[in-house]
């Protein structure tokens, strides 16, 4: 999702439909994923008959999840969904996610720069360096680990 990718002269709603499009659901089942769309992310339903290209970049990243999520799938793969969004926003998206997983059922594959926030949210974290698993293990231990906060947040004085 990289980019978020919404289509921008389509309506919130109608690029939301895109997704139950895909996986060929009828009518009524369209709708009640669309309204359980509108449940998590009540900012769309707000503005559903504003086109995607005018919204704010926090809202195409909602846009762009839920319409992943109209799929009805499993597991979500989320590329950076922080990147380039005001820290309420981000908290305020990652909190949606957070629910999705435990409410829902909903996994989420995250690769995030964002190490505080994708580890408070997460429940198992991996540390990529060159291209190679350089720590794993529970998102908790990960956050306590002073090794990774002075390797990737700096060192502490």
Same mark, same amino acid.
């Given at each position: 999702?990289? #980019? *978020?990718?919404?289509?921008?002269? &389509? ?7 895109? $997704?139950? @499009? @895909?996986?060929?659901?009828?009518? =009524? !089942? ?18 559903? /008959? &504003?086109? +995607? ?5 926090? %809202? ?10 109209? /799929?009805?799938? *499993? ?8 990147? $380039? ?6 908290? %305020? ?11 829902? #059922?909903?996994?989420?594959?995250? =690769? ?5 926030? +994708?580890?408070?949210? +997460? ?10 698993? !350089?720590?794993? #293990?529970? =998102?908790?231990? &990960? ?7 002075? +390797?990737?947040?700096?060192? *502490?004085?």
């Amino acid at each position: 999702l990289e #980019g *978020r990718q919404v289509c921008t002269q &389509l309506t919130i709603e109608e690029d939301l439909r895109w $997704g139950g @499009v @895909v996986t060929r659901q009828g009518r =009524a !089942a369209m709708q009640q994923n669309l309204e359980r769309i509108y449940t998590w992310f009540p900012r769309l339903k707000d503005k559903r /008959t &504003l086109r +995607a290209g005018y919204t704010s970049g926090g %809202e195409q990243q909602m846009l762009a999840i839920g319409r992943a999520l109209m /799929t009805e799938p *499993r597991l979500v793969l989320l590329d950076e969904p922080s990147m $380039g969004l005001a820290p309420l926003i981000v908290a %305020e998206i990652f909190d949606i996610v957070s629910r999705l997983n435990r409410d829902e #059922g909903v996994s989420f594959l995250l =690769a995030e720069q964002n190490l505080n926030i +994708a580890l408070r949210h +997460a429940s198992h974290g991996y540390v990529l360096e060159g291209g190679r698993i !350089a720590l794993h #293990g529970p =998102a908790q231990a &990960l956050l306590r680990d002073t090794s990774l906060q002075d +390797a990737y947040l700096g060192k *502490r004085q």
